[in-house]
């Protein structure tokens, strides 16, 4: 019987491969189309609040980096907005490296009830819809590499349907805070993999702190490699204002780059502290995350 020659089969499989990269434009005038009828219509992943709908949403294949000073609330930003893509029947999987299962889920049943102590029936209900709504956790504390992360977001994607992949944080993937080949070895892996599965996945991350924090941190402001930035599709920061007043937002939601997206900018949120919610509304009050894109 005659045996297939490996090293002859692997150059023909390369050239197969470049050759099925290689495409003529007709082949990709559906797709076209598809785009231009989606002009003015929103795209998935939208924001859960309503003064944002259209602006900025987080698509399929894309990666999102989500900055800010500690203590700023980027987590419990990024929590309420998964929330709302639940809502939107949208799964989701969150790998905290830094918080427990448990306490990450304390702060959205917090987040969907309203205030700091629901009953225990509340706790069950908002479990519930967690679950039947298919939000997942990937329960590992510390550091991580990048074969953990791209084997994790595939079994999501292929086995559990989820779309968005939350991840937090960067520094917890790359050991080094000054490692910027690591760093943008790391992040080039999360964007072709999002693209690659169509899974959007976002980086939470941390800016850089300056002599205070009484101004809003912006793309350049990112810690580590500026190549980071550079290599994502969308980049927003999160900032709280030191000193709330009355005629401003308590906190700022920045896109400094929406690569998919006509929209650059800040959206104003007021914070609802009793229940760690981020409000579109100056009367601070906090709504039912699970009844879908809010005021």
């Given at each position: 019987m005659n045996k297939i020659d490996k090293d002859d089969f692997a150059r023909y499989i390369a050239e197969t491969m470049e050759q099925q990269k290689t495409i003529a434009a007709g082949a990709y005038v559906d797709e076209v189309l598809?785009?231009?009828?989606?002009?003015?219509?929103?795209?998935?992943?939208?924001?859960?609040?309503?003064?944002?709908?259209?602006?900025?949403?987080?698509?399929?294949?894309?990666?999102?980096?989500?900055?800010?000073?500690n203590g700023h609330g980027k987590s419990a930003l990024t929590g309420q907005v998964a929330i709302g893509f639940l809502a939107q029947n949208e799964p989701c999987c969150i790998a905290s490296f830094e918080m427990l299962p448990a306490a990450s889920i304390k702060r959205l049943v917090r987040q969907m009830t309203c205030g700091p102590t629901p009953t225990d029936t509340a706790v069950r209900e908002s479990v519930g819809w967690l679950d039947d709504h298919k939000l997942w956790f990937f329960d590992h504390q510390g550091s991580v590499d990048v074969g953990m992360i791209e084997k994790l977001a595939s079994y999501c994607k292929e086995r559990l349907g989820v779309r968005h992949l939350f991840v937090d944080s960067l520094m917890k993937c790359v050991r080094n805070e000054d490692d910027f080949n690591g760093q943008k070895f790391f992040v080039d892996r999360m964007c072709d993999l999002a693209r690659h599965l169509g899974l959007h996945i976002h980086l939470i991350h941390h800016s850089r702190k300056g002599a205070n924090e009484d101004t809003p941190p912006g793309k350049m402001d990112m810690k580590g490699s500026g190549s980071i930035t550079d290599q994502?599709?969308?980049?927003?920061?999160?900032?709280?204002?030191?000193?709330?007043?009355?005629?401003?937002?308590d906190a700022l939601m920045?896109?400094?780059?929406?690569?998919?997206?006509?929209?650059?900018?800040?959206?104003?949120?007021?914070?609802?502290?009793?229940?760690?919610?981020?409000?579109?509304?100056?009367?601070?009050?906090?709504?039912?995350?699970?009844?879908?894109?809010?005021?």
């Open positions: 598809a785009m231009f009828h989606e002009v003015g219509q929103a795209s998935p992943g939208q924001m859960p609040w309503g003064k944002a709908y259209g602006l900025f949403a987080c698509r399929p294949g894309e990666v999102t980096l989500w900055g800010g000073f994502v599709d969308n980049v927003v920061s999160v900032w709280k204002r030191p000193q709330p007043n009355d005629n401003e937002p920045l896109v400094s780059k929406q690569r998919h997206g006509d929209w650059t900018g800040s959206l104003g949120l007021w914070c609802h502290a009793p229940s760690l919610q981020f409000v579109s509304d100056f009367s601070r009050r906090p709504i039912d995350l699970r009844g879908g894109i809010g005021q």
